[in-house]
């Protein structure tokens, strides 16, 4: 299986910052890599899929690169509704994988 | 606008047998690279692939659980349903049902209901 490693599991930030969490895979998943945004008590809301496209919706200070192995997803101004838990995960082959998910919290 | 709704019993015993069924609106199962996947979240951890259908009927599970799921579908009512055998505590978590098209990531989600397994 295909392991997805998320760091840091805990980010503490304000709002206006930059925040960059990144996502390691076990081996190359080229770019079959998507985030999540996970807040309680709501589904997941898919942000970045195929590693660098924006979900319809999702605003552009989300971003996302990487390839084969080393991926990061980039909140370029964190604003009040952006803390949550990211969540990233690959669908190279099966089974899918999840990391084990950041925590963005307030400084 | 595609929405997908789970359904089934919040509270099952040790042992039991957990059927959820997920009700789809929006899309049809029926058409051609349409797939439902399962995930769940246990509480304070992360998530976890369970099982996917396809719109042919193709069927994918994680391997750590493949003894214990079946999912199937029911074209008729356009639900998809699985089932998980010999449930334990462990299991405890919020299980949600998951749109894709085949080659594209999972995009659009249910609302989750959360399982308790309990004696």
């Known amino acids: ?107 | 606008q595609i929405t997908l709704k789970e359904s089934g019993p919040a509270l099952v015993k040790p042992t039991q047998t957990l059927t959820l069924t997920c009700t789809l609106s929006g899309f049809s199962i029926s058409t051609s690279e349409v797939g439902v996947a399962w995930i769940r979240q246990p509480p304070g951890k992360t998530l976890e692939w369970l099982a996917l259908i396809y719109w042919d009927d193709d069927k994918y599970y994680n391997p750590s659980l493949q003894s214990r799921l079946t999912v199937t579908k029911d074209t008729s009512k356009n639900q998809v349903v699985l089932t998980m055998t010999n449930m334990d505590p462990v299991d405890t978590a919020t299980y949600y049902c998951v749109h894709r098209l085949m080659g594209r990531p999972l995009d659009s989600w249910g609302q989750g209901t959360l399982v308790t397994v309990s004696s």
């Open chain 1, 1 to 107: 299986d295909i392991q997805v490693t998320q760091s840091p599991s805990t980010l503490s930030a304000s709002v206006g910052d930059r925040v960059t969490i990144t996502c390691r895979a076990s081996q190359s998943i080229v770019t079959w890599l998507a985030w999540f945004q996970v807040k309680p008590g709501n589904a997941p809301k898919l942000l970045i899929y195929k590693a660098s496209n924006l979900q319809s919706g999702v605003p552009s200070r989300f971003s996302g690169s990487g390839s084969g192995t080393e991926f990061t997803l980039t909140i370029s101004s964190l604003q009040p509704d952006d803390f949550a838990t990211y969540y990233c995960q690959h669908y190279h082959n099966y089974p899918w994988t999840f990391g084990q998910g950041t925590r963005v919290e307030s400084k």
